[in-house]
């Protein structure tokens, strides 16, 4: 375009046009029309350097300008335009609403707080008092207890220093054993052997049948239980001798008389649940092929103390062969 605007044709510039004409007429009309020829010449030439020359696409250029700045008009219903214009009236009343809703919350919240607060502190106070009032109860408790503790003490030491003295004047000074036990001078680790003396079954009249009977003791583990068997057992006497019983009914009882020595096991080893078991056997003979047991009883080994039972005792015999099922004295 500068170009363009910068080129004039010569002839239009540099000379008038009715100075080169004659004054002949009919060369006036040579003229002119060369002119005119040569007028037409440029301007074809000028035509074909417009057409040769490359020009920028100002459409598309001032689109891309004014691009964000265009306003699309279409047509609006007027109808349509008051709907929703209502809707957003009522969604600001609503929304006006929901701030006051909001705020009556907040306000409520504010004083339920403050509300609970006190009523927390309040209660706290009351906890308070109620704890201090337990631990000065506990405290006063407490002192009564050691009064009365120490008294109790006072009078224990005074009753054991006056035994003391009293058992120092009768028996004077006693010495402890290298090995202090129950039992004095037994060994603890050892295998003891007790003697058990039996003296008669009562009542029995016609209840068994004639034959020999004999008495045999064992040491269960419990009532119902196994046996306690030992490797060496030369200086035990587990059963009694024979005695004869006719199976009469005036014949009260059977008497034995004699000892039986019976191994248990050693102080430390031995259990509450351990019992003795005496069973009273039918030896064979001509009547009988073997061996029977006719009655069993059971008595306990040691005591609540767990000492051995001595003294005298009398024992249930129970018919039949032993029960394995039962496992208690009642």
């Known amino acids: 375009m500068e170009e363009l605007a910068e080129y004039q044709p010569p002839n239009f510039k540099s000379k008038n046009l009715h100075d080169d004409l004659p004054e002949d ?32 696409d100002y459409n598309k250029t001032f689109k891309d300008a004014t691009k964000e700045y265009i306003a699309i008009l279409g047509e609006i219903d007027v109808d349509q335009l008051k709907k929703e214009s209502v809707k957003a009236l009522q969604a600001e009343t609503l929304d006006s609403e929901l701030q006051e809703d909001r705020r009556n919350m907040l306000q409520v919240k504010e004083e339920c707080s403050d509300e609970l607060y006190h009523k927390r502190n309040a209660y706290e106070k009351s906890i ?62 050892k295998t003891l052997i007790i003697s058990l003396r039996l003296e008669m079954i009562r009542c029995v009249k016609d209840k068994i049948p004639k034959g020999r009977y004999a008495i045999l003791c064992s040491v269960l ?8 068997r030992y490797k060496n057992a030369k200086r035990s006497r587990r059963i009694s001798k024979p005695i004869l019983h006719n199976g009469e009914y005036y014949l009260n009882n059977i008497r034995f008389e004699e000892s039986l020595q019976v191994k248990v096991p050693p102080l430390r080893e031995l259990a509450p649940s351990m019992v003795y078991l005496f069973e009273l056997c039918l030896l064979r003979s001509k009547e009988f092929a073997h061996d029977q047991v006719l009655g069993w009883a059971v008595f306990p080994v040691i005591n609540s103390y767990f000492r051995i039972i001595t003294g005298k005792y009398k024992v249930p015999l129970l018919f039949g062969p032993v029960d394995s099922t039962i496992d208690k004295y009642k």
Not at 30 to 41: D, L, S, T
Not at 221 to 228: K, L, V
């Open 25 to 56: 007429p009919e060369s006036e009309g040579r003229a002119r029309k060369a002119i005119v020829e040569e007028g037409i010449e440029s301007i074809q030439k000028l035509k074909d350097k417009i057409k040769l020359t490359k020009f920028k």
């Open 128 to 189: 308070g008092r109620i704890e201090k009032r337990s631990i000065d109860y506990v405290n006063q408790k407490m002192e009564l207890l050691k009064r009365v503790f120490s008294n109790v003490e006072d009078q224990i030491n005074s009753k054991l220093k006056a035994i003391k003295q009293k058992v120092k004047k009768e028996f004077k000074d006693l010495q402890l054993t290298r090995n202090p036990s129950l039992y004095g001078h037994i060994n603890p680790r």
């Open 221 to 228: 583990d419990r009532i119902g239980g196994n046996t306690i």
